[in-house]
């Protein structure tokens, strides 16, 4: 099923989600945050974005080429996952270390950050970790994904590049697909950027799609 823009596809995730968006390197993933953030501000739902290794700045940065308006996006709360990079509004920084990724301090910060209210929360860059984390590393990173599923104060959307994460540990990817309760595809197909659910719980989401021609003019 086609649909108009990417906000008919946004209204159909569910509280507490945790959602798998994949999309290979020949699309601009950055045009998916620019329609996050103005479907969120459309509907006045907050936002806040969890960036790894400096990834929302390079999101900007190609936003800002294409003749986007980055304004709002600059002001949405961010939690610095690695990286060295202060872009955006900067609520806290964890540390990646050598082995781990202290998650008891991230929901701290997490918390302050969204406060009371309901949240959609992308993650960008999430694949990076797949490359400076150890294959155990990994693994631990995604039960613990896991472990928020069904936190109904949040939509979370991992934004990951599958032809780094599929090439790196591609069964850690395929664990990853099993613990989200959507997954999404964003890849080319012919000239058009094509955005489609491949998997959700809501049956009036499975198989729309939208193309990024559509969107991106309307979103």
Known sequence: MVVDNVGRILEGLLPGETVLLEYT??????????????????KGIPMIIDDVLDTFGEYLIKLDVGGFD?????????IKIGGSSRTGNVFGIVDVGRHSLDFGY?????????????????????????LSLSEREVLRLIRN????????????VYVVNSDIA???????LALFRDV???V????LVETEQVLRVVKSPNPDLRGS???????????
Request: aromatic share 16%.
């Open 106 to 130: 991230y929901e701290s910060i997490y918390t302050r950050a969204r406060g009371d209210k309901f949240v959609f929360n992308p993650v960008l860059g999430f694949h990076k970790l797949f």
């Open 25 to 42: 390197s020949y699309v601009m993933p950055e045009l998916l945050l620019k329609s996050f953030w103005d479907f969120c501000a459309e």
């Open 70 to 78: 980055v304004e709002g996006l600059q002001g949405v709360p961010v």
């Open 180 to 182: 989200a309760t959507t």
């Open 184 to 187: 999404m595809s964003f890849d």
């Open 166 to 172: 599929g090439a790196t540990f591609p069964a850690h």
């Open 145 to 156: 994904l896991a472990s928020f599923v069904g936190h109904r104060d949040r939509v979370a």
């Open 209 to 219: 799609a939208v193309s990024i021609d559509l969107w991106a003019r309307d979103f």
